[in-house]
């Protein structure tokens, strides 16, 4: 997930990149980093996504592909959600 942060993961797709079962790897994944997969992947989508913003000139729309949405509105939301604060501030 973090060399494509913008492919369509999902805990199938995780566990099979490594040949583990689904539920395997969200045990373990969870005992290792104390969030689900799902949570690792959006709040590391987010900091990749604030990274692109202060280092780059990409356009909104560009970062949010870049991470992994198709919507620029749904960037915006999740975003929001994880930083307190619009990617345009």
């Known amino acids: 997930m973090h060399k494509y942060p913008s ?3 999902d805990v199938d797709k995780l ?3 490594i040949f583990m079962s689904r539920s395997a790897f969200s045990k373990r994944f969870s ?8 949570a690792y992947l959006s709040r590391w989508r987010m900091d ?3 990274k692109f913003l202060r280092e780059t000139h990409l356009s909104i729309y560009n970062i949010a ?4 949405y198709e919507l620029e509105t ?3 939301k999740a975003f929001k959600k994880y930083r307190a604060t619009s990617p345009a501030q």
């Not at 005992?31 to 799902?38: M, Q, R």
């Not at 592909?65 to 992994?68: D, W």
């Open 7 to 9: 492919k369509k993961w």
């Open 15 to 17: 566990a099979d990149t």
């Open 31 to 38: 005992e290792s980093t104390g969030c689900s997969p799902a």
């Open 48 to 50: 990749l996504a604030a």
């Open 65 to 68: 592909n870049e991470v992994g």
């Open 74 to 76: 749904s960037f915006t």
